[in-house]
């Protein structure tokens, strides 16, 4: 595994709702600087120090994943787990239809 991978991806929201996984540093330094400027603050200065410091080899990239995270989660760009979305569908389909 390549020493920028993470153990496991983060998955956001991009454009309109589309899930996608941000399997490595060097992914999650892009959505970053892609950005916009107008919308960068705290959690985003340090998620790309954090990327930064990564690909530098100066930190781990599980702990840049981590501030990656959080920077995702307080933006609400976190995708929703697969398994729960699968669930709730299947669940929600064995309803009765009303007509």
């Not at 690909?55 to 929703?80: S, V």
């Not at 729960?84 to 007509?99: Q, T």
């Amino acid at each position: 595994m390549k020493p920028d991978m993470f153990k496991n991806p983060v998955r956001i929201l991009v454009g309109l709702g589309f899930p996608t996984e941000v399997r490595s540093v060097m992914d999650a330094y892009r959505h970053l600087v892609e950005w916009p400027i107008s919308l960068r603050d705290g959690p985003h200065s340090v998620a790309l120090k954090a990327c930064r410091a990564a690909l530098c080899g100066e930190i781990e990239a599980e702990t840049a994943r981590g501030l990656f995270a959080a920077f995702a989660e307080k933006h609400d760009l976190l995708a929703p787990e697969t398994d729960l979305v699968m669930a709730y569908h299947a669940r929600w389909s064995r309803k009765p239809h009303l007509s």
